[in-house]
């Protein structure tokens, strides 16, 4: 069961979202929340695995509640009305797998939960191509500085030229998780297949060449 926490300033979106999560099957809204201080009070307790939080909201906003966090507890889904070019990089950065507008379909809300829960991402399509715009134009010192910790595993085994089956066995991870993980390290890296994430893979030297030309 993936337990979601609802931190949105308007209670009509709060409402909304738990109307919609809890029709899914495997989802459970744990709790929600009005400001972002409370939702930092309340994780401890409500242990959620996964928490949609708004960009915007009085006090403490979205990406002061990241840093509280400083990459312990739940999967946090950014859902916000704005997509501001610095806003996105700077929450992708303190930790945030998901970056949605908030006239997203609710499907592709779902999917983002579902995803979250075993460390994948769904960012909205101008997400997606403002984040591999910069690391093409290199405003970020590291683009791997995008993936998660497991994500970056998933890279190096893509380096290897592994297919799902033996990243699965390799890193003890499920199917389903393995080609979430994929697909994630793709879309980040604005990538458009496996092979060319094996040879992002060796230009970032994640291995060393002559592992890869003797596997």
Not at 169 to 175: A, K, V
Request: net charge negative; glycine share 10%.
């Amino acid at each position: 069961m993936i337990r979601v926490l609802i931190v949105d300033d308007h209670e009509v979106v709060r409402q909304g979202l738990r109307f919609v999560l809890e029709q899914e099957d495997g989802i459970e809204v744990a709790g929600d929340c009005a400001d972002g201080a409370r939702a930092l009070a309340v994780i401890p307790a409500l242990r959620p695995d996964v928490m949609l939080l708004d960009m915007v909201m009085p006090g403490m906003d979205g990406l002061a509640v990241l840093r509280g966090l400083a990459g312990d507890g739940p999967a946090v889904i950014v859902l916000t009305s704005f997509l501001e070019d610095e806003r996105v990089i700077e929450a992708v950065r303190l930790g945030a797998l998901s970056y949605l507008s908030k006239t997203t379909a609710v499907d592709q809300v779902v999917e983002a939960v579902r995803a979250a829960a075993v460390g994948g991402s769904v960012l909205a399509a101008g997400t997606a191509a403002l984040l591999v715009e910069r690391v093409r134009q290199g405003r970020r010192s590291n683009p791997l500085d995008l993936l998660t910790p497991r994500e970056l595993q998933v890279l190096v085994e893509l380096t290897r030229g592994r297919s799902n089956a033996e990243i699965c066995r390799s890193l003890g991870l499920g199917r389903e998780t393995v080609k979430t993980h994929v697909s994630s390290v793709l879309s980040k890296l604005g990538l458009a297949d496996r092979t060319q994430a094996a040879i992002f893979g060796l230009q970032q030297g994640l291995i060393p060449l002559d592992e890869a030309l003797n596997p």
